[in-house]
Structures are given as C-alpha cells and as structure tokens.
C-alpha cells in the first residue's frame, strides 16, 4: 500500500454516462496531481492542486472536472467522455507543490469508454 | 525535440548482465532529475534521485551531465525482478514548472 488510495481500480463506462474517480492520501501531504497514462504516451499531467487549491489545468476538455474538497482528497469527475478517453488515470501526491519534490502515486484507475 | 526523451526499447537482456539506459532533456533549466520505475500494469514509484555529482543505490547507478543534458542510468548484475519500464524525470525546480516524464525505457531480463 502506498499511502495514496484510488477507486474504483477499474471502470467501464458508456459515452453518456457520469461517474467519478476518487484519490486519497494518509502522507499528509499538501499536493495532489492527476495524470492521465495512455499507451506509447509519457504521463500527462492534468490538474494540480496545492493547499486544495488548483494550481494548474493543462488544457484538459472540460468532460474532466476535478474536485478537491481538503488536501487528502482528490476527485475526477467525469461526463460525456470519448473513447480516446480511455486511459490509466493515476492520482498522486506529494509534499508540495514545487517541482523538486518526489511524487507517490496511486494505483491507478482503468477506465475503458465505450 | 521533445522535453524529456528516452530510447522505449525493449532492452532484453540475460540475468547478471550490466545495462545502461541514457535520458535526454530540452530544458536547460532543469534541476531536479529522477529514475521511477513501472511495473507492468501498476504505478510509477521512485527509484532514485539523481545529483549532480551522481550516486549509486546498490546495483544502480545515476549520472548527471549537464553540458550535454542528459542522465543516466546503469544497472549492474541484473535481475529477472529488475524488469520493468524506467522513467525518466525532470523538473526546472521553480514553482509553476511540473514534473515532465518520459515515455520510458522497456527492460526485460530474460533467464
């Protein structure tokens, strides 16, 4: 267990649906990321939240909307998704924001679009 | 040119061998840079940090050149449990600059 807790691990869902992806930490850390991993493609950050307050969006379509209501807890919420949406989305965090600072990621959530 | 650029591989390789991998960056400005290692089908996790002087981990070694902006990694007396993707990462340490990752290198360490 790395400290960083993601669920559901794995989701399959329909073009019009809505569900959410959850992410928690018990390091007391202060940062949280999401990133999306898709195949033969580096990590992409999406969202980054510092103090529960969002320090960056990286151009990511709005059919992704992040919600961090305190620094333990992260969520994606997600609607009208594509299929090119399908993805590992894995949740981290770490002790600030600044770049120096190493990144302890979640599990991961597997989600499939059809 | 890409930020952070990694050969994908795979690089198969048989037990106890030595295998380096190499890692290029854009930024010149960069001054944190890591090794996190992925197993198939699970997170990334920290392998180690890279200095500027290098360091060494057990059988794993970091090096840092930053006139030709690149870092390294070697691995001696490989095993079968070392195979696995390695990320490559930078950051340029300043507060509004993230962590840029590789695409990663493919080792397999065959028996």
């Known amino acids: 267990e790395t400290g960083v807790t993601q669920t559901p691990r794995h989701l399959v869902m329909g073009m019009t649906n809505k569900k959410s992806l959850k992410c928690e930490q018990h390091?007391?850390?202060?940062?949280m990321y999401w990133y999306k991993q898709s195949a033969k493609k580096p990590l992409e950050l999406m969202f980054v939240?510092?103090?529960?307050?969002?320090?960056e969006n990286n151009s990511v379509p709005s059919r992704f909307s992040p919600e961090c209501p305190n620094s333990s807890h992260l969520f994606l919420h997600l609607h009208t998704l594509q299929p090119e949406d399908s993805a590992l989305y894995l949740c981290?965090?770490?002790?600030?924001?600044?770049?120096?600072?190493?990144?302890?990621f979640g599990a991961g959530s597997r989600l499939t679009v059809l | 040119r890409k930020e952070v650029e990694q050969d994908p591989g795979p690089f198969n390789v048989p037990e106890g061998a030595t295998v380096a991998f190499n890692c290029t960056y854009s930024?010149?400005?960069?001054?944190?840079f890591f090794w996190y290692r992925q197993d198939c089908r699970k997170e990334p996790k920290l392998l180690m940090s890279?200095?500027?002087s290098g360091n060494e981990d057990g059988r794993f070694t970091a090096q840092l050149n930053r006139a030709s902006q690149y870092i390294s990694l070697l691995i001696r007396d490989s095993k079968l449990s070392d195979s696995a993707t390695y990320l490559c990462?930078?950051?340029?340490?300043?507060?509004?600059?993230?962590?840029?990752f590789g695409k990663g290198t493919r080792l397999s360490v065959i028996a």
């Open positions: 981290a965090s770490s002790r600030d924001r600044y770049g120096a600072n190493v990144l302890t």
């Open positions: 390091l007391g850390h202060n940062a």
């Open positions: 990462v930078v950051s340029a340490n300043s507060g509004n600059t993230p962590l840029v």
């Open positions: 890279v200095y500027s």
């Open positions: 930024n010149s400005a960069s001054q944190s």
């Open positions: 939240y510092n103090f529960k307050e969002q320090t």
